[in-house]
């Protein structure tokens, strides 16, 4: 199986951006997913294909790539952002599916 | 609209057996693979379970492997995960899901709640 390192935390400034990272060694082969989840609700799916935003996700949420690090973007970030995000993969065969560690984003 | 609602959670003791449902509604379920995800309490999110559209593709999470058994019916649009021999660290909020392929997890349910313990 694979991995999917993300840092623990990210904080940020109403207004400001926020990037979170997610590392894998076979990140360069594979799509990444990103998922955003406040507490007692489901996840809510933010990104697909890197970079691809689903109808009814505001526009401040991106994805770039580059290598073996994806990140996750929040452009004028709001407090309504505050939440754990997780990034997510499957592996080069599509038999086994991986999530990130998570990052729990904080608004200041 | 897109449903999905989970059932048939609830406290198991270690070495038992459970049996969740996830009932969909809104759209083909035919013409989608799901999957089972957990999380166990103030962690993170674990893959445990994938069944493709035709039912002849069924992956496992390693810690899942042997014990639990994902199923379908297209007939009641019903996704089942049968968990034999349930552990401690079993105990999470499960979570079925729309498999949208490359779009990914796009449609979730809100979980039910497996608790094992003695």
């Known amino acids: 199986s694979f991995e999917l390192t993300q840092p623990p935390s990210v904080s940020v400034s109403p207004g400001q951006t926020a990037r979170i990272t997610c590392s894998g060694d076979?990140?360069?082969?594979?799509?990444t997913y990103w998922y955003q989840q406040k507490p007692g609700q489901a996840p809510v799916l933010v990104i697909y294909?890197?970079?691809e935003r689903p109808s009814g996700i505001p526009e401040r949420f991106s994805g770039s790539s580059s290598g073996t690090i994806v990140t996750l973007i929040i452009s004028a970030v709001q407090a309504e952002d505050e939440a754990d995000y997780y990034c997510q993969s499957a592996d080069t065969t599509g038999t086994s599916f991986v999530f990130g560690t998570g990052t729990k984003v904080t608004v200041l | 609209e897109v449903q999905l609602v989970e059932s048939g959670g609830g406290l198991v003791q270690p070495g038992g057996s459970l049996r969740l449902s996830c009932a969909a509604s809104?759209?083909?379920?035919?013409?989608?693979?799901m999957v089972w995800v957990r999380q166990a309490p103030g962690k993170g999110l674990e893959w445990v379970a994938f069944?493709?559209?035709?039912?002849?593709?069924?992956y496992y999470a390693d810690s899942v492997k042997g014990r639990f058994t994902i199923s379908r019916d297209t007939v009641r649009n019903s996704l089942n995960l049968q968990m034999n021999s349930l552990k401690d660290e079993d105990t999470a909020v499960y979570y079925c899901a729309r498999d949208e392929g490359a779009k990914g997890f796009d449609y979730w349910g809100q979980g039910t709640l497996v608790a094992v313990s003695s």
């Open positions: 069944i493709g559209r035709s039912t002849t593709a069924m």
């Open positions: 809104g759209f083909t379920f035919s013409g989608y693979s």
């Open positions: 076979a990140l360069p082969k594979l799509y």
């Open positions: 294909k890197d970079s």
